[in-house]
């Protein structure tokens, strides 16, 4: 009877990390719209410019909507540790970041690392945003109890 009990937290908190992360690419699609069409002229000159920069500016407004997704599991998961509830929508940004690549020719080595870039920077940016929030978290709720 206490593993009933126990596991309706446990999946509540996996439907708040899962139902999350899918609503963000609600947020994320015109955010990305809109800083794309601030960003579009940009030139990025030489492989490592290119490679290595341009993924995380073109990736910024994924990151931003990524932190609060990580800020949002960190304050809705009904856990002692809500930052560790914040690594299933981090892991599921890193996973699909990876493997929804379409290439126009045959990637190389560096098209590879840049696609690895983009993917962790959104999955730091999670975790990030989750850590913030843990510790205001933490803050309200020892005011709470005061």
Known sequence: M???????????????????????????????????????????????ESYVFMPLVTTVPY???????????????????????AVLPAALYIFFGTVEYHWARPPVLLDRVAQVIDATFVGIACLAGAMIAARWRGRFSTLDKS
């Open 2 to 48: 206490k593993q009933v009990a126990r596991l309706r937290p446990t999946a509540q908190n996996l439907v708040i990390g899962c139902g999350v992360y899918y609503l963000s690419w609600w947020a994320a699609y015109p955010l990305a719209f809109a800083f794309g069409k601030l960003t579009g002229r940009i030139i990025y000159r030489g492989d490592f």
């Open 63 to 85: 990151a931003l909507v990524a932190a609060g997704v990580g800020a949002c599991v960190a304050w809705l998961v009904i856990s002692e540790r809500p930052l560790h509830w």
